[in-house]
T-cell receptor
């Protein structure tokens, strides 16, 4: 079974609304979470890296006030897309990792469509 | 800036043939190398990891690493239509090889 659970798998929302995506590590404590965005026919683009209990580190060009990342516990990280616009429509994927166990797993991804 | 380069393809091979996927990377201090398979609309799935020079075999898959040439490849023997997907090369650095840089992927089509 999945060791990283990501929800929802698909969401449609109206422009201007906010959407929260959850990523949970089921069998291990994820010390680090990575959030990616993937547009059609393009590769994964790292948006931000977060360590439990710390503020996320955002990649250049990613608006931290628009993409809010919370990693309050070792098993849960959330990405909130605030005031979503059609150009935010994309496939968002989390990746959870544990330094102690030297493991890392992707979530199943969330397809976001903003109307 | 760390870069990982892959031929975008598409690479078409007949069923039963060997598919060869290539990847080069720019960061000489990279320590870990991964191949992921991604089906359309799905998240990447790890199929191979390799950390030292040489070959590593797992079933029909063989990963090859040459750090001197900064080159890593993936061979898929006896290719099946179910192998049709995009293959992403990823290069890791940092503690636990957490920081992964992904290539743009090579789309593989296995023709029945």
């Amino acid at each position: 079974g999945a060791v990283v659970s990501q929800h929802p798998s698909w969401v449609i929302c109206k422009s201007g609304t906010s959407v929260k995506i959850e990523c949970r590590s089921l069998d291990f404590q994820a010390t680090t979470m990575f959030w990616y965005r993937q547009f059609p026919k393009q590769s994964l683009m790292l948006m931000a890296t977060s360590n439990e209990g710390s503020k996320a580190t955002y990649e250049q060009g990613v608006e931290k006030d628009k993409f809010l990342i919370n990693h309050a516990s070792l098993t849960l990280s959330t990405l909130t897309v605030t005031s979503a616009h059609p150009e935010d429509s994309s496939f968002y994927i989390c990746r959870a990792g544990s330094v102690a166990k030297n493991i890392q797993y992707f979530g199943a991804g969330t397809r976001l469509s903003v109307l | 800036q760390k870069e990982v380069e892959q031929n975008s393809g598409p690479l078409s091979v007949p069923e039963g043939a060997i598919a060869s996927l290539n990847c080069t990377y720019s960061d000489r201090v990279s320590q870990s190398f991964f191949w992921y398979r991604q089906y359309s609309g799905k998240s990447p799935e790890l199929i191979m990891s390799i950390y030292s020079n040489g070959d590593k075999e797992d079933g029909r898959f063989t990963a090859q690493l040459n750090k001197a040439s900064q080159y890593v490849s993936l061979l898929i023997r006896d290719s099946q239509p179910s192998d049709s997907a995009t293959y992403l090369c990823a290069v890791g650095s940092g503690a636990g090889s957490y920081q992964l840089t992904f290539g743009k992927g090579t789309k593989l089509s296995v023709i029945p």
